[in-house]
């Protein structure tokens, strides 16, 4: 089984953190009951995800402003108290009350409300966005991890046979057959043991 150097550097990470995946896998165990295929890990994640919710707040919060933007801003009342009374011509003034209501130019607050609305929309998007983004990165990390598994329950196999093989090649040299075989059985082994032991 040879491997190119980039594919040994990528099987020496994994095969230095399989123990910890191992770990994982049982503590994994333990907090997702039940969960043992990519749906379940899916659903976990999507759930406990900060970001994911913090999206979804913000989305939440945009939905909350469309009524509010295709409202009438909220009136003011002015009162006014003199500290002497001040003479009019319809008499003395204590008091004066002013109440303003401001209203926008026609199709202003349809524009207001068209404008939130489509934030609403750019935050809804983005949070299916982030949704897809999570699911493709729990995915790339189960199927991973199930590689990683593979490869190195197929390792231990081809490491077994080949010291299975080992008291074969080394009767078949005492019987006069050629060295090399058995040297590079020997060195095939002791290249597999480095790398994965």
Request: charged share 15%; glycine share 4%; net charge neutral.
């Amino acid at each position: 089984m040879f491997f190119s150097p980039s594919h040994r550097i990528r099987f020496i990470l994994i095969a230095l953190a399989f123990p910890f995946l191992a770990m994982v896998k049982s503590i994994g165990a333990s907090q997702f009951p039940g969960q043992t295929n990519l749906e379940g890990y899916l659903q976990y994640a999507q759930s406990h995800n900060p970001e994911l919710q913090a999206f979804e707040q913000w989305y939440q919060a945009a939905l909350q402003k469309i009524p509010q933007a295709s409202a009438l801003p909220d009136p003011t009342l002015q009162i006014t108290h003199f500290v002497e009374s001040v003479q009019t011509r319809s008499g003395p003034q204590e008091n004066a009350y002013q109440l303003k209501q401001s209203i926008p130019w026609f199709g202003s607050l349809h524009n207001q409300k068209g404008r939130a609305s489509s934030e609403a929309e750019a935050l809804w998007y983005a949070y299916q966005n982030k949704q897809l983004l999570l699911a493709q990165e729990v995915a790339l990390i189960y199927y991973e991890y199930a590689y990683v598994g593979k490869a190195i329950e197929l390792t231990r196999e081809n490491l077994e046979l080949l010291h299975k093989l080992e008291p074969i090649v080394t009767q078949k040299v005492r019987a006069g057959a050629n060295l090399n075989s058995l040297l590079r059985l020997q060195v095939e082994i002791g290249k597999i043991e480095d790398t994965f032991l």
